[in-house]
């Protein structure tokens, strides 16, 4: 069985930067391509960025951002820890939210959460002064 646990989540200033952490484990990372999602009060679960499994060399490894977050966070991973990285800079307060990283056994559709078996359970983020 998959499990996803993250990390990284606090209380930052606007402009500022946070780097979140997700690690699997139960099966072999490579076989899974990695999303970030969120979720803000009384709003919907939104797409925030994902990396599709495979060697980009193979037609694999793309990586999609949502038109907010575009420029500002990375998405990454280090296959040799199992872990998926968000890198989060020039923070706004609308990106306040519980970040949930997630995997999929699929390499499209990466935006569309219900591509996702497998969920962690958040790390919350706040964006304020």
């Known amino acids: 069985q998959v499990q996803l646990v993250e990390s990284g989540g606090g209380l930052v200033q606007p402009g500022g930067s946070l780097r979140l952490s997700c690690v699997l484990s139960?099966?072999?990372?490579?076989?899974?391509?990695m999303g970030w999602f969120r979720q803000s009060p009384g709003k919907a679960r939104e797409f925030v960025a994902a990396?599709?499994?495979?060697?980009?060399?193979?037609?694999?490894?793309?990586?999609q951002y949502a038109e907010a977050v575009k420029g500002r966070f990375t998405v990454s991973r280090d296959n040799a820890k199992s872990t998926v990285f968000l890198s989060m800079d020039k923070l706004k307060p609308e990106d306040t939210a519980v970040y949930y990283c997630a995997a999929s056994r699929s390499n499209v559709r990466l935006m569309t959460d219900a591509m996702y078996a497998y969920w962690g359970q958040g790390t919350q983020v706040t964006v304020s002064l």
């Open positions: 990396l599709a499994y495979g060697d980009s060399a193979a037609g694999g490894g793309e990586i």
């Open positions: 139960g099966r072999a990372f490579t076989l899974y391509s």
